[in-house]
């Protein structure tokens, strides 16, 4: 088999090294700090952001990103969002045509509004940025890294680059579909993490299932009006990438936002959170960037507006749920069904 290089060993980098390695392709993980490389290769584990999985021996972690490169087949980026263009303009110089690019990270740009798949084109350029593909859907690394049952979706305006991306990562344990929607499929998995948040908050207040459920399905609701509006299939809302993963993140104490969530529900300040978390809170970013797009495009985000004003404004989170449940009257699929 070939040789995939994967940018980020953090936890779903790892993860998704464990699944490429389990289909026998060489793995090169690219680190940016040298004593992670090193642990990772002298424990064939890594202990920081996965710990407790064995990590075969086809998994070799390196700090140069020129190596890691060299020869790869395909490239796969999971670093967080905040890190993407500096990843894209470091390896820019290595990257060859013929080689696939994925990525695997889930946010929204806050300052430009951007996904994904728009940051890394504008770094990579339009040739090497035509055929990016995203890899999306309910997938938490520590069930990943355990081979447990996983389901996720693959996207890319180039299909066959997709279908490509498909072939390397399908395994007994893991199951990629493929969907042609890149909008829908970077749009739900980026703000799944803003409702996440609020389904760990309303757990941190103590709140029960009714109100989580509220939080998935209106928040569902919001996250479909905003990929309306960006010309995304409403149908990928209803899959992996959208409900699928809205389920997954915020039903589970594995979930990064959830626990963030969860402590400020409890009362504890953001900065504190984050500090705590050791761990990448995407959701936090992603409420900013959603928060301006409702703004800019005049799509009603009422959880995303909530939110924003929790994680802007320090609004108390109990306030914040008291807003949303005194609004004015509506109907269920305003600005859904009917424009
Ligand atoms: N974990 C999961 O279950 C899933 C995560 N994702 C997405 O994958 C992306 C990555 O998340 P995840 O792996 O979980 O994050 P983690 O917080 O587990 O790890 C982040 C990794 O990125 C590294 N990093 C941070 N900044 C840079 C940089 N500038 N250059 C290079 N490396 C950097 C960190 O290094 P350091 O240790 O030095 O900080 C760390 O190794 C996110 O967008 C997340 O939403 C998607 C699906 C599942
Ligand atoms: O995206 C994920 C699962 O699909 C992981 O979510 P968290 O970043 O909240 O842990």
Redesign the pocket.
Known sequence: MGKIAVLGSGS?GTALSIVLADNDHEVALWSHRQEQAEQINNDRENKQYLEGIQLNHLIHADTSLEQVIKGADAILFVVPTKAIRQVCQQVKPYVTSDQTIIHAS?GIEPETNKRISEMMAEELGPELGKGIVVLS?????EEVGRRQPTTVTVSSLQIDQAIIAQDLFMNESFRVYTNEDLVGVEIG?AL??II?LGAGISDGLGYGDNAKAALITRGLAEIARLGKHLDANPLTFAGLTGVG?LI??CTSQ?????RAGNMLGKGYKLDDVLDQMG?????VRTTKAAYQMSKKLEVNMPITEGLYELVVNDKPAKDVVDDLMNRSKADELEQISNG
């Open positions: 779903w889930k859907g309910p997938s938490h690394a998995g799944k993490n996440a993963d997954v993140t594995h979930s990064r936002n959830w761990m990448v809170v995407e959701g």
